[in-house]
């Protein structure tokens, strides 16, 4: 089962649930992603979310989409929203929830595709994987951009995880390996099957404001959560 993640999406939503996926990171050890918060309505959402759909205008690209919730609720709201996943079975439930628009694919594979706003939740900028691929990223990002567009996204300071005497171990082992402390590494298990591992990446917003620059890209703090999260908003422009 190599799309774990997919399958139990597709479960929950044919009324197959039995049990949680369980992840393991190099940060947290094991944990549990419980299937119905990833099913959640708007009033379920935390506030960060709510107020990224609130800012959301114009023709939307929901990367990394998920279940969909958040597209849904803009496609109800009356947006031209496409979900996009490189999950066949994230894909698939979207579909079965009536989603009208999706993409099975990675950003990388939309050539002449062009948005107003490109919305990234649930940690989306964790989907660049690591710090020397945010360039990268953040570049194709800007080529998916109308003129005028935005980009909407979360993420988290992961510092907090460690206690002061991990973090001054943890950045002198991250110094001589040319890492950053936010880059996580996963492994998803789902029904006795594992994923591959895969990169995320967890970054503070004086980070991502420094590579945002560099880019050309205006970035604001739009707004802080409870949990060391933030809501970004990136616009081209000084």
């Known amino acids: 089962m190599r799309d774990v993640f997919g399958q139990a999406l597709l479960d929950y ?100 595709m062009k948005f107003d706003t490109l919305l990234l939740l649930m940690n989306g900028i964790g989907i660049a994987e690591s710090l020397s691929k945010l360039d990268p990223f953040l570049k194709q990002l800007k080529q998916l951009l109308l003129p005028g567009g935005q980009v909407l996204l979360d993420s988290s300071d992961i510092i907090y995880m460690f206690d002061e005497e991990d973090i001054y171990e943890k950045t002198k082992s991250l110094i001589r390996s040319g890492q950053y402390y936010g880059e996580v590494t996963f492994t998803m298990e789902y029904k006795g099957y594992s994923s591959a591992p895969f990169q995320w990446l967890y970054l503070d917003y004086d980070t991502l404001k420094a590579h945002t620059r560099a880019h050309g890209w205006s970035c604001e703090l739009v707004m802080e959560g409870e949990h060391y999260d933030y809501l970004a908003r990136l616009s081209l422009g000084k």
């Not at 044919?14 to 990833?38: C, H, N, R, W």
């Not at 099913?39 to 929901?62: H, S, T, W, Y």
């Not at 628009?101 to 939309?110: E, H």
């Open 13 to 112: 939503q044919s009324g197959k649930y039995k049990e949680d996926i369980i992840t393991f990171s190099t940060v947290a050890g094991q944990d549990k992603m419980p299937l119905p918060y990833l099913f959640r309505n708007f009033e379920a959402m935390p506030a960060i979310e709510q107020q990224a759909l609130k800012l959301c205008k114009g023709n939307v690209l929901d990367i990394g989409c998920g279940a969909g919730n958040h597209a849904l609720y803009l496609q109800e709201k009356g947006l031209d929203v496409t979900g996009l996943d490189v999950s066949e079975g994230a894909i698939s439930t979207c579909k079965l929830r009536g989603l009208k628009k999706t993409l099975n694919s990675t950003i990388y594979g939309l050539d002449g």
